[in-house]
């Protein structure tokens, strides 16, 4: 799966637009720290059941891509600051 968009979403009415898995209140950002945290996937999946394994993997891609994200930003702020 290359398109996390499929299982993540943000709006701004929802979840003070932070990223959540499409039709539910789950922020993206408990299920990574919970996997930070050492967390199985098993216990994600008891504690949000409407979860499968690809809004996981979903999860992971959004957050592989946010140091790139982040970079531009500071690469932006650090050129006008010039």
Same mark, same amino acid.
């Given at each position: 799966? !290359?398109?996390?968009?499929?299982?993540?979403?943000s709006?701004?009415?929802?979840?003070? /637009?932070?990223?959540?898995?499409?039709?539910?209140?789950?922020?993206?950002?408990?299920?990574?720290?919970? @996997?930070?945290? /050492?967390?199985?996937?098993?216990?994600?999946? !008891?504690?949000?059941? !409407?979860l499968?394994?690809?809004?996981?993997?979903?999860? @992971?891609?959004?957050?592989?891509? @946010?140091?790139?994200?982040?970079?531009?930003?500071?690469?932006?702020?650090?050129a006008?600051? !010039?």
């Amino acid at each position: 799966m !290359r398109n996390f968009a499929t299982y993540i979403t943000s709006k701004p009415t929802v979840c003070h /637009g932070k990223p959540v898995f499409k039709n539910t209140r789950i922020m993206v950002w408990q299920v990574l720290e919970m @996997l930070a945290a /050492g967390e199985s996937v098993n216990d994600i999946f !008891r504690a949000y059941p !409407r979860l499968t394994k690809k809004h996981i993997t979903a999860a @992971l891609q959004l957050a592989a891509q @946010l140091p790139e994200v982040r970079g531009s930003f500071i690469a932006q702020a650090h050129a006008i600051s !010039r």
